[in-house]
Every structure is written in C-alpha cells, then in structure tokens.
C-alpha cells in the first residue's frame, strides 16, 4: 500500500514530531537560476528580519503602501466585499478578479501588480464561469487564462484544509509560473463551519487567511453578507471586521445601479465611492 506524504505528515504530527525551525541561508550568494523565483518566507524568518529592520525602514516601508488595483485592493492585504444579498457581491468580485488577471485598469484604477487570481466559488462555480467568459468577450478577449477557478468549498477555519489550500495553490503558482496575486473566498459562511458569530470561530477562520497569505504573499478577499437587521455592516461576529485591512461595502442606489463605499481602510486614505452599474 502506498502512503502519501500527507498521511505521514499527519501520523507524525499526531506521533510528536515538528517541522525543524531554520532560518535563512547568510554566507557567499549561492548561484541560481535568474528566473528561479525565490520561496515565500516562513513565519519566524519573517519575525527575525522585522526584528532586525530599523524602525525608520519599517514606517518608510509601510507608508509606501503597494496596491494589486491602486487604492482599492493593498498587496498582501486581507478584503472584504460586504453586502446584502443580491447586491452583486459576486459580480463586483468577478470584475476585480478579472482586471488584474489581465491587467486592465479596474473602473479608472491602474492595476498595479497583474497576475493570477484564484477564485474559491464555494457557492458554484457554473455562474461564475460564465460570468468571466462575458467579461472576457466585453473586452475583446476569448477567455481570462489568468483567472483560475476551485470549485470547491474549503473550510478555512480547519487549519488543516486552510494549510492544503495553501500548499495546493503554491503548487499552482509552481506550475504556471505566475505569481497569485489574489485569492478570493466567495462567501465566508460557505468556507467556516464555525458559527459566523462567536468571535472564536472567526478567529480561527482569519488564522487560517493568514495561513494562505503568509504562504502565497498573496492578498486575501472574503465576500461575506450584511446583517439580517443591520444592512449597513457585516453579518457575525465583530472580530471579522478588526482583522480586516480594508472592508468595502456595496450598496443599491438604483435600478442595477450600486456605490461601493470603504467603511474601513487601516493603512491607507479610504477611497472615494465607487458607482457602478450592472449590466
């Protein structure tokens, strides 16, 4: 019988045995291949060099605020798209999703860092393919080959599944040879199988965000509902919005028509509404 490395890394887990801890290489440069990316960093080699970073590097570094779509979507950040239902929260998802898969400017907003966007539809993934391939023809494109669907719902709150998305979506990047710039988790309740509203569950649920953020350096956005009764703020615990570094909401003003407002916006300057009209 042939066991996988998943099953002997569980067993040994279970039997006591840990990762070794080891930090970066710090003596001759090592010849390399020029276009050899280099492997994401690991936690504690990432508390070392913020360690030993100057304090002025560090609020020059942070001031400088890099942008996948400038002054909507930070690198590396943690997103949410907040709405009620059929709002258009997918659409809008869909539509970002798409632009820096390509490129393309988003609404008047350059995309700065193009590249590959996962799109975790754990709602089902049929809607949304069509969907891309409409705004493909919209724009003089066949397809969005940079737009990768995982028709799938994981469940990001079992550090487990989060640590296999991880793995699974490095193994991508791996392959495609492209950076993932994006991974979008559409809904939050349809990857949680904690309860929305206890503040532990939802922990656990940006633990394992962190998870796939850390490993990719990629930027996370979560589509998540508004409240029953509180149509002006996310459904669930409040400890979802306080791990957020950006949250935009989306609200109806008209016939198709919706104003994306950023009701929270940690490191930066909110951005001005945006109006959109769906077609």
Known sequence: TK?????LHKYATLSGWQEPVTF????????????????????????????????????QRMAAQPWIITDIVPAGGVVSLVGGSGVGK????VDMACSIASGMQWHGHDVDNP???????????????KRVLAWAQQHGMQDVPKLHMMLDAPIIDDQADAALVSETLA?????????????????????????????????????????IRQRLGCAVQIVHHTGHGEQQ???????????????ITIKQTGTLVV????????D??????????LD
């Open 171 to 211: 193994e991508l990047s791996r392959r495609i040879e492209s950076p993932v710039r994006l991974v979008i988790l559409d809904t939050l309740n349809r990857v949680m199988q904690g309860e929305e509203n206890s503040a532990t569950a939802m922990a656990a649920l940006m633990r394992g965000v962190e998870t």
């Open 24 to 59: 970066d290489y710090d003596g001759p440069a090592i010849d390399k291949e020029e276009d050899e990316p280099a492997p994401p960093k690991q936690r504690h080699q990432i508390w070392l060099d913020t360690m030993l970073e100057s304090r002025l590097e560090r609020v």
């Open 233 to 247: 703020r996310a459904r669930g615990s409040s400890a979802f919005f306080a791990a957020l570094d950006s949250e």
């Open 3 to 7: 066991v996988g490395y998943g099953t």
């Open 115 to 129: 590249g590959s966007v996962v799109y975790v539809a754990a709602e089902g993934g049929g809607g949304i393919d």
């Open 90 to 93: 997918s659409f809008i998802a």
């Open 268 to 277: 930066s300057e909110a951005f001005d509404p945006v109006r959109l009209k």
């Open 259 to 266: 104003e994306l407002e950023n009701t929270k916006s940690k």
